[in-house]
């Protein structure tokens, strides 16, 4: 009578499983329905409420002019000299808009970065930005101060609805990197204190325009 190894006793328990496979026990759960209720509040309340909660400040804007104004003042109050975007079309829009206008060239050198998204995910008060966007991967990341311009109509309640969102835009073309930023970047590695800025922007502002025309 041989003996068997305990590798050979393994492989032969992996070769039985392979031959037949074991049904998932919860078929319901697979990222087609909704862990959490719906929303009882409107979509632009319940993001601005868990955004603060994650240190964002928040700003409504009723139309770009508007939003042109609040940044205007924004950017008087903290004295920033040196504003950087890399998106042509939304700095296209802010200067139309009267917008006082962009001196950074470099991330490097500017107090505060401004890009779009993809969307706003009101459940958890987080921004979603992906690679396929204008700013890339680093102008939200490296700037000291993130402002994010997102539209009413980019609002989701659930990030399932903002990833059904990117599926529909891009189709099979998914970009090569999504993520979800929720307030500024923070830690609390450092004897157990929150420090926030360690590594990412100390400041995220989300200006979401309701018309923009």
């Given at each position: 009578m041989?003996?068997?190894?305990?590798?050979?006793?393994?492989?032969?328990?992996?070769?039985?499983a392979l031959i037949e496979s074991t049904p998932l026990p919860f078929p319901q759960s697979e990222g087609t329905n909704s862990l959490y209720h719906p929303s009882q509040k409107?979509?632009?309340?319940?993001?601005?409420?868990?955004?603060?909660?994650?240190?964002?400040?928040?700003?409504?804007?009723?139309t770009f002019t508007e939003l042109c104004a609040?940044?205007?003042?924004?950017?008087?109050?903290?004295?920033?000299?040196n504003i950087f975007c890399t998106e042509t079309a939304l700095k296209q829009s802010l200067t139309d808009g009267a917008f006082a206008g962009f001196s950074a060239t470099t991330l490097a050198d500017c107090d505060a970065s401004i890009t779009t998204c993809e969307s706003l995910?009101?459940?958890?008060?987080?921004?979603?930005?992906?690679?396929?966007?204008?700013?890339?991967?680093?102008?939200?990341?490296?700037?000291?101060?993130?402002?994010?311009?997102?539209?009413?109509?980019?609002?989701?309640?659930?990030?399932?609805?903002?990833?059904?969102?990117?599926?529909?835009?891009?189709?099979?073309s998914i970009p090569s990197l999504i993520s979800f930023a929720s307030g500024p970047s923070r830690t609390a590695?450092?004897?157990k204190t929150l420090v926030t800025g360690v590594h990412g922007p100390k400041e995220v502002y989300v200006f979401l325009v309701d018309n923009p025309g």
């Open positions: 041989s003996i068997s190894s305990p590798k050979e006793v393994i492989l032969k328990k992996i070769r039985e409107d979509l632009e309340i319940q993001f601005a409420e868990e955004f603060g909660k994650l240190q964002g400040k928040f700003a409504f804007c009723l609040q940044l205007n003042q924004l950017i008087t109050e903290k004295n920033w000299t995910v009101a459940r958890t008060g987080s921004i979603v930005l992906s690679t396929a966007g204008a700013s890339g991967r680093t102008v939200s990341v490296y700037a000291p101060v993130h402002i994010c311009i997102a539209f009413t109509h980019q609002l989701v309640y659930d990030i399932k609805d903002a990833l059904q969102l990117i599926k529909e835009k891009y189709g099979s590695d450092i004897e």
